[in-house]
């Protein structure tokens, strides 16, 4: 049985679309590409070269699979560079598209019962970058065994979430955090079942 972790960055209000630049995804007229880019610290780089240091296969969206495709062959020499490029990219897609970043595998039909299936097999953890429409799925069907979640000191106001509207009420377990220097905090969180409810109000 393999894992498949969320790994995302957002916002202090939850928005995760676009914190690489201005131009990554502006659908829905959004204009703050690129906010998370000022806040990288040593500690941050880190965190990343652990999450990469041991085998994974990445499960993209399209728009996330397009955006990284247009990177990572061509800039050889950057940190990270040889571990995406090498690594399985499972993509999600209502198309068929032509998909010419090496190691590219196109998940066949619905999206949910693909990843549902390839959890089932033998095999490194299942990282899912970026990717926001396509998380939204994972939620619904109870799919995500882990949570990497950047949160940045920033409020955008608008934008993709990483719990959008429709979003299965459910409580999670904070299993590791770190902060960076910039004030990043880095938790990552584990399903704990359902939501449980109470009350202060004095019996």
């Known amino acids: 049985m393999r894992k498949l972790i969320v790994s995302t960055f957002q916002s202090l209000d939850g928005v995760m679309q676009a914190p690489g630049g201005p131009g990554e995804d502006d659908s829905g007229g959004f204009t703050h590409g690129g906010w998370s880019v000022n806040y990288w610290d040593d500690l941050m780089g880190q965190v990343m070269a652990e999450a990469t240091s041991r085998p994974f296969a990445m499960v993209l969206g399209r728009r996330t699979y397009d955006i990284m495709a247009a990177f990572w062959p061509h800039a050889p020499e950057e940190a990270g560079a040889k571990v995406f490029n090498d690594a399985t990219k499972y993509v999600a897609s209502r ?5 010419e970043w090496s190691n590219s595998v196109l998940i066949e039909g619905d999206a949910a019962e693909g990843l549902a299936a390839l959890k089932r097999e033998d095999g490194p953890e299942l990282q899912v970058h970026g990717s926001a429409n396509l998380i939204q799925t994972l939620v619904r069907h109870n799919l995500v065994d882990e949570y990497r979640v950047w949160t940045f000191p920033v409020v955008l106001g ?11 009420p459910s409580a999670l377990q904070l299993v590791d955090s770190r902060v960076s ?12 079942g359902e939501l449980v409810t109470g009350s202060f109000a004095p019996e």
């Open 181 to 192: 220097t910039t004030g990043v905090v880095i938790g990552t969180y584990e399903p704990a």
């Open 95 to 99: 198309g068929r598209p032509a998909l």
């Open 158 to 168: 608008s934008g993709k979430r990483l719990f959008a509207e429709g979003a299965v």
